[in-house]
């Protein structure tokens, strides 16, 4: 299979710059998803890669080859879609067929391929259907099928699940990993969806105004965010984020009083995970606005000054609206973020 390489990539639009001076090493076999929220630069990053974009600046490289002015055909990536991208009129025998038509292999290995790849993603009792007899999920196998099917060097995945209904994509996310441990297929997966993302990757990339803000695995993104961005936008619930001053070794805000390393002072963003809350204590103290039980969790929501917080609370957990409350924090899991948003990681 193949690495990838970019090189100092910019993408402009006229005054618009899409993407800003990306570089990034993606590891052969690895599964490396784009995170960020719509007009970040993720898709267009990846249309570079495929070659339906050309860079503004920089280089791109698959395995050891420069592939900035090689086309898009040649490239030996295959990409799956947002859209199934069918063939309506084709059955899905002979839609998972037409990469291996069009890049001229003989016809003698074409079954044992499509079959092959159309049990991987068990579709093998459907090949004679056409697109419009199958449902969404099974449309998008077949989409991964005929991708499957070429053996690419890299795969290129935009956002394939979002059409799909929740309880469909948590059965394709666990077919997709599945599938590309099986191939050992380097693979860039593209989302605005952070649970996508976390179950997904090898590591996660996560950008913003065409920048990338954080690169690590999603263990280390979720625990050790680099700023503010992602720190909120990682995490459901995402981390409460609360502005205020530190002085004297306490952080303090409208209803917030709370332990903070001594050698901090100014102005500050507080950041705590709703997870690392307890419904007791004297960090916070304000009204219950909302209870939300899930079953396995209550997520509460908790109205100090003119904010919110949110709060993971037991299963149990039960409050009128409008009570009293007082929330504490862990202290060993408190986070602290500078004016700009960048983490406050050194102790003076």
Do not use: W
Not at 27 to 37: C, I, K, R, S
Request: negative net charge; proline residues 5%.
């Amino acid at each position: 299979m193949a690495s990838i390489r970019l090189e100092n990539i910019v993408k402009r639009y006229g005054a618009f710059t899409g993407v800003k001076h990306m570089s990034l090493d993606i590891a052969d076999e690895e599964f490396l998803v784009l995170l960020g929220p719509s007009g970040c630069g993720k898709t267009t990053t990846m249309r570079m890669i495929a070659g339906l974009e050309e860079p503004t600046e920089g280089q791109i490289i698959i395995g050891d080859e420069v592939v900035n002015e090689i086309d898009a055909r040649d490239r030996d990536v295959a990409m799956v879609f947002q859209g199934y991208a069918l063939y309506p009129n084709m059955s899905i025998y002979e839609n998972i067929r037409f990469p291996l038509r069009m890049r001229k292999i003989a016809r003698d290995k074409h079954d044992a391929l499509i079959r092959q790849a159309a049990d991987m993603v068990e579709l093998g009792d459907y090949l004679d259907r056409k697109p419009g007899a199958l449902s969404g999920g099974q449309r998008q196998r077949a989409a991964l099928a005929r991708a499957v099917v070429r053996q690419p060097q890299v795969f290129l995945m935009d956002e394939p699940l979002s059409n799909l209904d929740a309880k469909l994509r948590a059965s394709m996310r666990v077919q997709i990993k599945h599938m590309q441990r099986q191939l050992k297929v380097t693979t860039v997966y593209v989302t605005h969806d952070q649970i996508e993302a976390m179950t997904l990757a090898d590591r996660i990339v996560i950008m913003n105004g065409g920048a990338i803000q954080q690169v690590g695995t999603p263990d280390e993104i979720y625990t050790d965010p680099a700023n503010t961005f992602v720190a909120g936008f990682i995490g459901s619930p995402p981390m409460n984020l609360i502005e205020g001053t530190a002085a004297a070794g306490r952080f303090t805000a409208p209803g917030v009083s709370a332990p903070c390393p001594a050698h901090l002072s100014g102005a500050i963003t507080l950041g705590v995970r709703p997870e690392d809350c307890r419904v007791s204590g004297d960090e916070l103290t304000g009204t219950v606005y909302g209870v939300e039980p899930t079953g396995d969790v209550t997520y509460l929501t908790v109205a100090f000054g003119e904010r919110q917080m949110e709060v993971k609370a037991a299963r149990d957990f039960r409050a009128d609206i409008d009570t009293p409350i007082g929330i504490g924090f862990d202290a060993d899991r408190l986070y602290y973020f500078d004016e700009t948003g960048n983490r406050i990681r050194e102790v003076a």
